[in-house]
């Protein structure tokens, strides 16, 4: 990703193409009107943008277009962590962790995971 930073509307329109694989305006508007309404045109000018950026690919080798995520989900994650780690916590990762784990409730099963996460990242070092 050339450092591209996404759109609340864009991160919106890239994770239905992460979680359906390359789609049409129609299929990812239909998807988005799932969780709340949204024009078919404000879709298509979103992915047109979203094209013109880089942040997607457009085949038009037929009648519909179809539209693909130019990067992969973990890819555009990091890059926004970094810069959200950056830019509100002085790129501290404790900070956020406990920020985090402090605003949120967190499930046990949850818990496990992170207290599993930190040993395997101890037993690295």
Do not use: C
Request: net charge negative; charged share 30%; no cysteine.
């Amino acid at each position: 990703m050339d450092k591209i930073k996404p759109t609340e509307s864009e991160l919106e329109v890239l994770q239905v193409l992460w979680d359906l694989g390359p789609s049409s305006v129609r299929e990812v508007n239909e998807f988005l009107n799932g969780k709340r309404e949204i024009g078919y045109t404000t879709t298509l000018k979103i992915m047109q943008i979203m094209a013109e950026k880089g942040l997607v690919t457009r085949d038009t080798s037929k009648r519909t277009h179809i539209y693909s995520a130019s990067t992969k989900q973990g890819e555009t994650q990091s890059f926004l962590l970094s810069e959200f780690l950056q830019s509100a916590f002085q790129g501290s990762a404790k900070k956020l962790v406990l920020q985090a784990l402090g605003n949120h409730s967190t499930t046990k099963a949850e818990l496990e995971e992170i207290k599993s996460l930190i040993e395997k990242l101890e037993n690295e070092e």
